[in-house]
Nanobody
């Protein structure tokens, strides 16, 4: 069983930057797909960015060019670097590790609020 713990959220002004971290209690090397999702109030959870074990990345159109996902398998950590933040980026951000339906891990979430 892998536990994921997010950190790095907070209040930031529009145009600002944040780096979210997702620390795993166990090895993430065997988890091919690691991703960041977000859920704003009244909205469905959506994919923000994902990265495979080999480093292939995928981004939501809304964050392309503003976010970078990376993973450090040696440190069992996944990062989401966000810049040019907008009020519409305000949401709870969740880390996910997916192997298959039986092994689908989620963190508890970290709040990101973009406001002046």
């Amino acid at each position: 069983q892998v536990q994921l713990v997010e950190s790095g959220g907070g209040l930031v002004q529009p145009g600002g930057s944040l780096r979210l971290s997702c620390a795993a209690s166990g090895s993430i090397f065997s988890i091919n797909n690691m991703g960041w999702y977000r859920q704003a109030p009244g909205k469905q959870r959506e994919l923000v960015a994902a990265i495979t074990r080999g480093g292939y990345t995928n981004y939501a159109d809304s964050v392309k060019g503003r976010c970078t996902i990376s993973r450090d398998n040696a440190k069992n950590t996944v990062y989401l670097q966000m810049s040019g933040l907008k009020p519409e980026d305000t949401a709870v951000y969740y880390c996910n590790g997916y192997i298959n339906k039986a092994y689908d891990y989620w963190g508890q979430g970290t709040q990101v609020t973009v406001s002046s």
